[in-house]
């Protein structure tokens, strides 16, 4: 039985999917029972395979029995246990805000969101590139689906914009797969590490050609500069459970830089991918930076600057890993990790702020006073702290290991100043909205009678609790990270657990 | 052969971003869908372009094509019919909601 723990990630959601079309009548109130147990049965999966993960090397689970490089298979190790785990959390607290009554949004929301699991869960444990690009396929057109649901005119808008450029990325992602096939003759990313390091010179430029569209592609997914623009206003006009969501989807596109560009195109493949991939992607993420902040800083509405700061904790966190040193590695998994949560948690918190705002909604302008100021206002100075990375939350550790992780290197004096600038910029950014909302009050504007019960405010305060979690947590946090980096390093191993044999 | 394969490939490739460019979704899915067409034939020729060459193995056999990018070019051209046909919609629910067909859901003048 435990051998095959390691499929159920993708099967569970799957399962829970089907039978949610089943239920009779589309009860809303069964449907949210199933969904509920399905995701927590996932995060008890999740857990189990975290336990699991840190026991040895990683483990293979090879489909219907095949062996590889011929069968597909799914690799669990250090790094997809723990994304993972942060999306069965995240999944959860969104699911929790969902069932409130934003999932009347559409017929088919419970099963729409298990099958983004499902592709969510597949493409951190599949081994294989073309599986890959199949599990961005289901995760994408469930996202499709979420975010379009209400059909209000500024989402579907926004859903033009998104599905295109993604169609698009999709087919830039086939292109790469089909000229790395090609050359190489395999998809199993094991196995293409190996039979990259023997590719003949004539072929190495095609093959860095190749190595960089696949680049391009998850930098798309990731929103890096200057692939982000279709970010702010998706993530703006979804509703807020699916915003919540989606900040975990941007980093499939983080994740598949940091597996693709350790295992396939590593320095232990071939020195020159390694710094190929150094090169292009360390100046991108520090533009990222300072872009996102930036505009955070100019946007007009709450949501939206949510966005913006969501694109900039990519880029603080891409930065470090791509130097693909052990510490940077470790230090920028740790900040995806509190990225990921607290932005979840804003997301939320920008909704329900701008439903007690009546016709102001989230327009960061002078307008009513919102209705349970106290609360959502204490709320969102914590959020704010959090994403500004001011001690004592996890945002200031994150920072801190970043800042300590680069300073052997020659990049130190950019990283440092463009990290310790986006704090500046992010309290630049929060506090005006912050003074806006909560202080800018037009005492003629009559207040909106829309109260939040416990419930409502639920999940939202247990993610900022799980901030305080992983800050409490940090050091064994960070010593499993530390171990992921390590093995993430060591590709060798990941080659032998999938093929089997000598190195 | 191969030379008539690439330049369709280029053709298509070509035609789709010019179209995936333009500023109304109609044009826009025929961009995307031209641009999957121009991918998929692409995977193709990535199992070697041959006329009656073999593509199982067998002793003694010299001349063979690689059946498995047909496999992927399958599993591509389900998953782009059925992103074409819910795009299509999508287009369609957007007309009707913003009263045009430009890509950005209002009149630029």
């Keep these: ?503 | 052969m191969e030379a008539l394969m690439a330049v369709a490939v280029g053709a298509l490739v070509a035609c789709g971003v010019y179209l995936l460019l333009r500023a109304r979704t109609y044009p826009v899915i025929l961009g995307i869908m031209l641009l999957g067409y121009g991918v998929n034939l692409f995977l193709v020729g990535m199992g070697r372009v041959g006329a009656g060459a073999a593509p199982i193995l067998t002793e003694g056999t010299s001349d063979y094509v690689d059946p498995l990018p047909h496999a992927l070019v399958l599993t591509a051209i389900v998953i782009g019919f059925g992103m074409a046909a819910f795009i299509v919609v999508l287009a369609l629910r957007t007309r009707i909601a913003t009263d045009t067909d430009h890509v950005d859901g209002e009149e630029v003048l």
């Design chain 1, 1 to 503: 039985m435990s051998g095959h723990l390691t499929i159920l990630p993708v099967l569970l959601p799957f399962a829970t999917g089907v039978l949610l079309l089943l239920v009779p009548g589309r009860s809303l109130r069964l449907q949210r029972a199933i969904g509920l147990a399905g995701v927590l049965l996932l995060l008890g999966v999740a857990a189990a395979l975290l336990a699991v993960s840190t026991q040895g090397g990683p483990r293979v689970y090879h489909l219907g029995g095949w062996p590889a490089p011929f069968g597909i298979v799914l690799v669990l190790d250090r790094l997809s246990a723990l994304m993972l785990a942060l999306t069965a959390a995240i999944a959860l607290f969104s699911l929790l805000q969902a069932v409130q009554g934003q999932d009347r949004s559409g017929p088919l929301y419970h099963p729409l969101f298990q099958l983004q699991l499902v592709g969510l869960n597949g493409a951190f444990l599949t081994g294989d590139l073309f599986n890959l690009f199949v599990f961005f396929e289901i995760l994408l057109i469930a996202s499709y689906c979420l975010l379009v649901y209400g059909s209000t005119a500024p989402r579907l808008r926004a859903g033009v914009h998104y599905v295109v450029l993604n169609l698009a990325g999709s087919s830039l992602f086939l292109i790469a797969v089909g000229t790395l096939y090609g050359m190489t003759g395999t998809l199993n990313m094991a196995d293409m590490a190996r039979k990259v390091a023997a590719v003949p010179a004539a072929d190495v430029p095609l093959l860095h050609a190749a190595a960089l569209l696949l680049l391009m592609v998850f930098a798309l997914k990731a929103a890096v500069a200057p692939l982000y623009f279709w970010l702010p206003s998706a993530y703006a006009a979804a509703s807020a459970p699916v915003a919540a969501l989606f900040a975990i989807m941007t980093k499939v596109g983080v994740y598949a830089i940091v597996r693709v560009y350790t295992l396939v195109f590593g320095a232990a493949a071939d020195p020159a991918l390694g710094g190929l991939a150094t090169r292009w992607l360390l100046p991108i993420s520090l533009i990222t930076i300072l872009l996102g902040m930036l505009g955070a800083v100019g946007v007009r509405e709450l949501r939206r600057m949510q966005g913006y700061l969501l694109i900039g904790s990519i880029g603080i966190m891409l930065a470090p890993i791509a130097l693909f040193s052990a510490g940077g590695i470790s230090a920028g998994l740790y900040y995806l990790v509190h990225s990921t949560i607290v932005m979840a948690a804003m997301f939320l918190l920008s909704d329900l702020i701008a439903k007690q705002r009546g016709g102001k909604d989230d327009l960061l302008v002078q307008g009513p006073a919102v209705t349970q100021a106290g609360a959502l206002g204490l709320l969102f100075f914590v959020g704010a702290i959090a994403v500004a990375g001011l001690p004592p939350f996890s945002g200031f550790v994150g920072k801190a290991l970043i800042l300590s992780a680069v300073r052997p290197t020659g990049w130190m004096p950019w990283i440092w100043s463009l990290v310790l600038v986006s704090g500046l910029l992010a309290i630049a950014a929060l506090s005006r909205a912050g003074i806006r909302i909560f202080w800018d009050v037009d005492a003629d504007d009559a207040p909106v009678a829309v109260r939040w019960r416990l419930l409502e405010l639920g999940p939202t305060v247990a993610l900022l609790a799980l901030v305080l979690g992983i800050t409490v947590l940090a050091g064994p946090i960070t010593l499993f990270l530390d171990a992921a980096a390590e093995q993430l390093l060591v590709p060798g191993e990941y080659v032998r657990a999938v093929l089997g044999g000598a190195p």
